[in-house]
């Protein structure tokens, strides 16, 4: 296994989000996305298990439940999580229709692309870095080559996983339908271990506990393109929403300000599929707010379509065809 990759492999959005493991409202989601989603934290501890044993390194996995507040139909919502089996109860204490949802778990995103890194190196795979993918040729409906400045490879079979530029057009390979880069501040506090020790959301804004006192908080949505920069705005009001929250934060100063771009599509429904104009090309691309909790199901269903298994769920909504019929407009 050989991965180009145009930077450092994993330092984008697998790096810059938070790492939740879960939709954060979980019930308002199309169900395809709630199928994948739920697949995979299913399959999420062992998953980590695999990795951390493979590389030798942890991810930093923690069930560490997740608040809800200000549900705005908590009833509706239970009702959502007992038919999919997702735990949920209501805090009692709360009288703003706080749900609390116990089996939520967190990954620390950044440890877990460096073990994924180490474990892939450790499989006797080679990830070449700082290059970029410019164009590709091919021979009727087989990819035979990826060009880079650095040189040209040659394969049986390709990945295509660009995440938010797989939306953009290379030479001979078109752009897939609708992902678009959605950008996302984030903060981050440290404070004494402890401090905090659940996920914390509230009308788009969350918090979240690592287990030596940083907290993340994020974030936003933001469609400008291929543009990463922060701004001063943004970091005040995320810091003030965040004190409201947690009144720790109040007094500190956050000690970081990233933007990163998500793998935007319409409805957070990714592709996963194969190439319709190459017959041995595959797709995983467009995960949008949830490709660290997306990761092991979008992985299985790609390798079942690979190797001509049957998947474990439905193949259509993730297709470049299901892709083509959705729409950003509603
Ligand atoms: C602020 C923020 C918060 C988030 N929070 C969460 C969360 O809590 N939970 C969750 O599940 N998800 C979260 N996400 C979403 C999640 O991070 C993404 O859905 C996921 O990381 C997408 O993974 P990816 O591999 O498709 O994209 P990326 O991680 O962006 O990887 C794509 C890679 O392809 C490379 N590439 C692109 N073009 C080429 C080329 N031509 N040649 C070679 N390489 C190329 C890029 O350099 C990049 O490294 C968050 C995202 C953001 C930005």
């Known amino acids: 296994m050989t991965l180009l990759e145009r930077g450092e492999a994993g330092a984008e959005s697998s790096w810059a989000g938070g790492g939740i493991v879960s939709p954060l409202l979980p019930w308002d989601y199309a169900e395809p996305l709630s199928r994948l989603a739920l697949l995979s934290m299913t399959a999420y501890s062992d998953w980590i298990a695999a990795i951390e044993a493979q590389s030798g390194m942890r991810a930093e996995y923690w069930r560490c439940g997740m608040q809800v507040r200000e549900v705005a139909e908590p009833d509706a919502a239970l009702a959502w999580c007992q038919a999919h089996g997702l735990a949920a109860q209501r805090e009692p204490a709360q009288s703003d229709?706080?749900?609390?949802?116990?089996?939520?778990?967190?990954?620390?995103?950044?440890?877990?692309?460096?073990?994924?890194?180490?474990?892939?190196?450790?499989?006797?795979?080679?990830?070449?870095?700082?290059?970029?993918?410019?164009?590709?040729?091919?021979?009727?409906?087989?990819?035979?080559?990826?060009?880079?400045?650095?040189?040209?490879?040659?394969?049986?079979?390709?990945?295509?996983?660009?995440?938010?530029?797989?939306?953009s057009a290379l030479p001979n390979l078109p752009a897939m339908p609708n992902i678009r880069p959605i950008r996302g501040q984030m903060l981050l506090f440290k404070l004494e271990a402890g401090v905090l020790d659940t996920i914390v959301y509230r009308n788009g804004l969350y918090l979240i506990p690592r287990r030596d006192g940083h907290v993340l908080v994020g974030s936003t949505l933001e469609d400008v393109g291929f543009d990463k920069s922060t701004d001063d705005p943004t970091r005040l009001r995320l810091h003030a929403e965040a004190a409201e929250l947690l009144p720790a934060l109040a007094d500190v100063q956050p000690v970081q300000h990233w933007a990163g771009l998500r793998p935007g599509s319409p409805d957070n429904i990714p592709i996963i599929d194969r190439h319709p104009d190459f017959e041995n090309v595959f797709i995983n691309a467009g995960h949008y707010r949830y490709g660290v909790t997306l990761a092991p199901a979008s992985a299985e269903l790609l390798i079942d379509l690979i190797e001509g298994n049957t998947p474990a769920l439905d193949a259509e909504p993730y297709s470049w065809a299901s892709a083509l019929a959705r729409s950003w407009e509603k």
Not at 137 to 146: F, H, I, L, P, W
């Open 97 to 167: 229709g706080t749900l609390w949802l116990p089996d939520i778990a967190q990954v620390r995103n950044p440890r877990l692309v460096a073990a994924l890194r180490e474990a892939v190196t450790r499989l006797g795979g080679v990830i070449h870095t700082h290059c970029a993918v410019e164009s590709v040729s091919s021979q009727g409906r087989r990819m035979v080559a990826v060009h880079t400045l650095k040189g040209t490879y040659t394969a049986d079979q390709f990945v295509l996983a660009t995440g938010a530029w797989a939306g």
